[in-house]
């Protein structure tokens, strides 16, 4: 079994910072890309950020150059650093990853999610 657990997540002021963390935990082989995404309320579930095994990031337009994600692969964990929140921001955070617990064998697993509210 494998599991995604999402930390970090509150309540925080426009312009504040935050930062998320996800850790992989189970029967772990390797880990391919790790990923965030966000859903708001009555909306769909968007993608964030994303970062390769290699540690190449990308990110959604309207989260570039304010958030950075990273990955100590050592620990089996993603990081969003969340900077200059905006309102808009506000949703449940969802990690993602794309792990293998066999040499023939990957799947994409989801963590549970964790709140970020930004107040105006």
């Known amino acids: 079994q494998v599991q995604l657990v999402e930390t970090g997540g509150g309540l925080v002021q426009a312009g504040g910072s935050l930062r998320l963390s996800c850790v992989a935990s189970?029967?772990?082989?390797?880990?391919?890309?790790m990923r965030w995404y966000r859903q708001a309320p009555e909306k769909q579930r968007d993608l964030v950020a994303a970062?390769?095994?290699?540690?190449?990031?990308t990110y959604a337009g309207s989260v570039k150059d304010r958030f950075t994600i990273s990955r100590d692969s050592t620990r089996n964990t993603v990081y969003l650093q969340m900077d200059s929140l905006k309102p808009e921001d506000t949703a449940v955070y969802y990690c993602?990853?794309?792990?293998?617990?066999?040499?023939?064998?990957?799947?994409?697993?989801w963590g549970q999610g964790t709140q970020v509210t930004v107040s105006s």
């Open positions: 993602n990853a794309d792990i293998w617990t066999r040499p023939n064998y990957s799947w994409r697993y």
């Open positions: 189970g029967s772990i082989f390797s880990i391919a890309a």
């Open positions: 970062i390769t095994s290699g540690g190449t990031a």
